[in-house]
């Protein structure tokens, strides 16, 4: 028996004004959604444990069918098996994410402004990312560049018990209360904070903003974790299997 697994993430949308106050999947022609849910068998599934974040690595995990309270450990070591970076036991990995700060005139207060830059380009990211880890680098820290907004920076022996909020949930909102806590704060936000004087500057950005886009002026670090044990897909399951994803994140689900 074959099997396709289609997951609509953010399909639900929000409300448009321009669409009556509907959302996009409400105001859609959606016959054979509908056929599928009339003749087909409807149900709920939970794919968050309790006491887990509600995010799309969680998520998908279960839907995979690995028990997240067992195998996940972070965002970003799934991210590194998606990009082929090998991570050694006593790596932690975590997402480095390229976002637009603004600043208020004294440049004592930052608002995050866009968790990706403008959606900027892999390869103006790329030529970002190969600066920061030229200047922020170290012999135990290192910066891989990845897709678009989305990279990485491992740490060799670095720590685990941080409190790191993803980007996108503090949106608007002022980034004084959302940096990193816990043991080896001081090292990740003097990194996050050194990186605004490498980017700003940068041709790459300087280019950006002439052209009316959104600066990538800041790293922002998050989703840490270690190489986790997950079996593959096949021996788990007995079965083969294919993943098309707009994403990263799920490319190392093999």
């Not at 056929?35 to 690595?57: K, N, Q, W, Y």
């Not at 996050?192 to 500057?201: A, R, T």
Request: charged share 25%; aromatic share 6%.
């Amino acid at each position: 028996m074959k099997y396709i697994v289609l997951i609509g993430d953010g399909m639900a949308d929000r409300p448009l004004q321009e669409l009556g106050g509907k959302t996009p999947l409400q105001y859609a022609k959606t016959d054979n959604m509908d056929r599928l849910a009339s003749e087909g068998t409807v149900g709920l599934a939970h794919t968050i444990p309790a006491g887990m974040h509600p995010g799309s690595d969680v998520a998908n995990l279960s839907i995979l069918g690995y028990d997240p309270a067992r195998y996940y450990s972070g965002r970003a070591p799934l991210e590194a098996a998606s990009i082929g970076i090998s991570l050694k036991d006593a790596d932690v990995a975590f997402r480095c994410n390229l976002v637009t700060l603004k600043y208020n005139k004294e440049r004592t207060r930052a608002i995050m402004e866009d968790y990706s830059s403008g959606h900027i380009t892999t390869d103006e990211a790329c030529g970002l990312i190969k600066d920061i880890d030229g200047a922020l680098g170290s012999s135990d820290l290192k910066f891989y560049p990845g897709v678009s907004y989305r990279h990485l920076m491992v740490w060799s022996d670095g720590p685990l018990d941080l409190e790191c909020v993803p980007p996108h949930d503090i949106i608007g909102k002022d980034i004084v209360d959302y940096l990193p806590v816990g043991h080896g704060e001081d090292r990740l936000r003097r990194l996050m904070i050194d990186s605004v004087d490498i980017l700003e500057s940068h041709p790459i950005n300087r280019e950006r903003v002439k052209n009316g886009k959104s600066p990538a002026n800041s790293i922002w670090l998050w989703g840490q974790g270690k190489r986790p044990g997950m079996p593959l897909f096949e021996t788990k399951y007995g079965v083969k299997g294919a993943l098309i994803s707009a994403v990263d994140l799920t490319r190392s689900g093999r």
